[in-house]
């Protein structure tokens, strides 16, 4: 079933650029644009296809050897800021809690911990992730093939550096506490790079998946504004 | 003794200006570490056992079966056998082992037996509370019973706003570690300064300077972390057992389940009026629950409006949905929405625009009440209200009905204790440092404007410590608090060093220290801009000692006591029962304002948060077992980006608001939006939808009562 699927759909990780599609998907990334109402709805319905999937897929690396992966640790490597990162993980072990408990990269931060309010937010080929609701070892290397290109919010620019997105956030204001924030700017520097010129309504919907709880959202529209054609005027 | 007084507005570089919050730039490159991300070396997680049942006594634990997991290095038993656990969520063991799952695994491992106890969850109907209801003292004002026997028209009616809870996207917890006999606790407090000697009360340390507290960032607290709470201690103690850091952040669950719920109210209201609208007799009869403990006393009511005659009487319910905590605003936004929505049902009995009825009676709003009629008609004018206002019930065709609602509110927001030393260095670099914390509110970048403004330095030249427990004690950041304090012991103690600083560099310019000012990075001679000499070079004479200016917190730079008029414009969906706020406009003073972006940010935060509660916010019980239902972030709901439309802040400043110090922000602008916008519905769908949050179902069930009726 989930081999079939359209890659690029909603719900789906994307496949990376050497077509490398991950069948397994046991906490299969929800992502929707809208309320999060909907978003609740389709995350039971991906955790109805998951079950099915979990026990009709293995992992590539154990197809034909004959050898069951987990529930221990086992070594795999994750391209995370294009880096290739070695780690041993249990299988269950997700891509958030890979990032921040192994490798220390804890920008991406865990709070519904349940695909619901985006704080999670990673970019996984070149699309927005809840990365509590994907396993580590679905993105990982597999079959010799790389495996997806993870990039996290410390990706985004040098120590010391801000990116476009990032700088927008600070000029407008656009955080509180903070919590929320890396999630906010990668969902919209994955937005913004593949959506040049947006409208506020477009920026509400694109970031519909991300929750803040002082109410920072006036700022982030202006700031996703701003950021946009900041980003254009680099490219150009 | 120093003249401690703030720079006129008209001279101030900073102060009042849209500046950049500082740790702006950490958060928005997901740099900066919170609790939650601090990776210790060596670091053991922990994860809580907690209680099922509503109510229980606790009859064993047994940890065999735990401690034999893989990775479990310690277990803490919080609920000793014999004491009883008082909500489901209830914490009664913290497990400590080497990864994040094995602790998960093995805290499920923990075998509690308990012996269930009844419990009562429901707070709607006090009568049927029995031995679970306390009644506070009945408090009388004036003749009620005359007034409203004489009153020309009564309006009566039941409001309420249930149990919500404080959901901190950073969950409650700390990073736990020990060098010998001292800790360091990585917490994500709002209390720096008060939360050592809680570790020396539980005799985990042996004094409070032995324990370190830091939080340079904390993920969102709104009144729910202001102590180390037991999975603090817990955590300390799992440390102190294995010898290793240990990080004990609660999951999302437990968060909502225990570590924050703001109490509920309810209330029966009649209040009369005179036929011109002139209040003049109120009753109520109230009731709500914080808990299984009673929490404060009777409720102000009528709020903001004293009606001189009235009588109110309230009921304290005591159940096991958890702990009460302060939320943002303790009481307020529960006593507005009771008070404005009952004299908007009055007003709309009247046939009278609620903002005419406020008006009407302003006086009774004592002594702010110029303020009041000032924010009143600038939020009618940003609302354009007088067109766009019509009595209750949009009389034009179609489902999709329109409405206007006004309210308006206090607070006192009065500084808090707060001790500042500001040390000058003689390379000229220049800091200020106090044991206080940056909630998100902009704390710590009014510290560096308030210090540079006084050393007519540019921001970037100072370096602001804050949330660290061995900085000079600050109080904690609750109640609107810490603006106050934190600017005005920075500006005396930034003013203390300055005049050090001044008497040194004195003598080079040939004149006396009080003859000197400091200005644009220089110091120069008061109305000789010639006789002058750069920061570095006034610093450099300083020789080998650094100055430190040690600033208190005082009166004389500060105040209390603001208004705040909200006005909300709402379109109601009358086959859906849906609610969407177009427009809210949030009228606020709170004195001198230091950075009016942060100031902006807060009230635009308060009135998306103040949306929240109105639609989305509950934290529904179930009877039967005593479990919260939506402790989760699916079903316990926070509006998104797109879930309303437009907000306008405008902050008043200037002549008399200026002049009058600092005050606090944080809370007044989350107090009205329930009520503004509860008034709106009413004025669109012509009827009252009683109790927050305004969801689809209950404005369906007041359509189709009304309709009946």
Known sequence: MAKEKDPNAPGSIPPNENGNKHALRRREFVKLVGGTGVAATAQVLAGRQLATAATTTVPDEAVGSGKVIGPGPVPMTLRINGEAKRVTLEPRVTLLDALRNHLDLTGAKKVCDRGTCGACTVIVNKKPVYSCSVLAIEVADRDGKPGAEIRTIEGLAPEGKLHPVSASFVENDAQQCGFCTPGFVMSCTAYLETHHNPTIEEVKQALGGNLCRCGTYMGVRNAVVQAAMSMKGGRA | ?709
């Open chain 2, 1 to 709: 003794m120093a003249d401690y007084h703030w720079p006129p507005t008209d001279k101030c570089n900073l102060i009042g200006r849209r500046i950049a919050r500082l740790d702006g730039p950490w958060k928005s490159s997901g740099r900066i570490k919170y609790s939650y991300d601090m990776n210790r070396p060596n670091m053991l997680h922990a994860k809580m056992v907690f209680s099922p049942y509503a109510h229980a006594k606790v009859v064993s634990i047994d940890t065999s079966a735990a401690e034999k997991m893989p990775g479990v290095k310690a277990i803490d038993i919080i609920t000793e056998p014999g004491k009883e656990v008082f909500w489901a969520g209830h914490e009664v063991a913290a497990v400590a082992a080497e990864t994040e799952e094995q602790a998960r695994d093995a805290a499920r491992r923990v075998q509690v037996r308990y012996e269930k106890l009844p419990h009562l969850v429901s707070d709607v109907e006090p009568s049927k509370a029995g031995e679970h209801t306390k009644q506070l003292a009945e408090q009388t004002d004036g003749n009620p019973d005359q007034a409203l026997q004489q009153a020309e028209v009564t309006s009566e009616g039941e409001y309420g706003v249930p149990v919500i809870t404080h959901c901190c996207l950073e969950t409650h917890g700390q990073v736990a570690e020990w060098d010998g006999d001292n800790l360091t606790v990585y917490a994500s407090t709002q209390n720096v300064s008060g939360i050592p000697g809680e570790f020396v009360r539980a005799k985990i340390a042996d004094s409070a300077d032995k324990v370190r507290v830091l939080t340079p960032v904390m993920g969102g607290g709104f009144g729910s972390k202001f102590g180390a709470d037991t999975w603090g201690l817990a955590c300390a103690r799992l440390a102190k057992k294995t010898g290793r850091p240990v990080k004990l952040m609660l999951e999302r669950d437990q968060e909502l389940m225990a570590a924050g719920a703001r109490p509920s109210m309810y209330a029966k209201v009649k209040v009369g009026a005179k036929r011109d609208g002139t209040l003049t007799g109120w009753q109520s009869e109230s009731w709500g629950t914080g808990g299984p403990d009673a929490q404060g006393g009777a409720p102000s009511i009528p709020y903001v409006v004293r009606i001189p005659d009235r009588r109110i009487r309230h009921t304290t319910v005591l159940t096991n949905i958890g702990p009460a905590r302060a939320w943002r605003a303790p009481n307020h936004p529960q006593m507005c929405l009771i008070t404005m929505s009952a004299l908007d049902d009055l007003a709309a009995k009247l046939g009278m625009d609620p903002v005419e009825m406020l008006q009407k009676n302003i006086d009774m709003t004592g002594q702010l009440s110029k303020t009041y009629s000032a924010e009143l008609e600038k939020a009618a004018e940003l609302m354009d209200w007088k067109k766009k206002w019509h009595p209750r019930g949009d009389k034009t065709p179609g489902s999709i009905k329109r409405g206007l609602g006004v309210s308006i509110h206090t607070w006192g927001g009065r500084g808090h204790d707060s001790n500042c030393n500001c040390v000058i260095q003689p390379d000229g670099s220049l800091s200020a440092s106090l044991g206080s914390q940056d909630l998100g509110t902009g704390t710590r970048t009014v510290i560096g404007i308030v210090t540079a403004e006084t050393m007519g330095l540019p921001l970037e030249a100072v370096k602001v410590n804050i949330g660290d427990s061995k900085y000079p004690a600050d109080g904690a950041s609750g109640g609107s608090t810490t603006v106050g304090g934190v600017s005005s012991s920075t500006r005396r103690a930034a003013t203390a060093a300055l005049n050090q600083l001044l008497e040194k560099v004195a003598p080079s310019l040939n004149a006396k220290p009080e003859e000197l000012e400091a200005v644009d990075g220089k110091i120069r001679v008061i109305g000789n801009p010639s006789r002058a000499i750069s920061w570095k070079q006034a610093c450099a004479k300083l020789g080998t000692t650094p100055i430190t200016g040690v600033g208190q917190r005082s009166n004389d730079l500060i105040s209390s006591g603001v208004g705040g008029a909200q006005m909300a414009e709402v379109s109601v969906d009358t086959e859906t029962g849906q609610v969407y706020v177009d427009k809210l406009v949030a009228v606020q003073d709170c004195g001198l304002i230091i950075d009016l972006k942060t100031a902006e940010s807060q009230v635009y935060g308060a009135c998306i948060m103040g949306i929240t509660y109105s639609l989305f916010e509950h934290k529904i019980m179930d009877e039967q077992t005593g479990r919260c239902l939506n402790a989760d972030m699916e079903f316990y709901k926070l509006a998104g980006i797109g879930d309303f439309g437009e907000i306008v802040v405008h902050m008043m400043t200037g002549s008399g608001f200026d002049e009058r110090g600092v005050i606090g922000l944080g809370e007044p602008p989350v107090i009205s939006p329930g009520a503004a916008i509860s008034n709106a519905v009413a004025n669109a769908i012509g009827v009252r939808v009683p109790t927050l949050p305004l969801t689809p179902d209950k404005v369906l069930g007041a359509l189709e009562k009304g309709a009946v009726a």
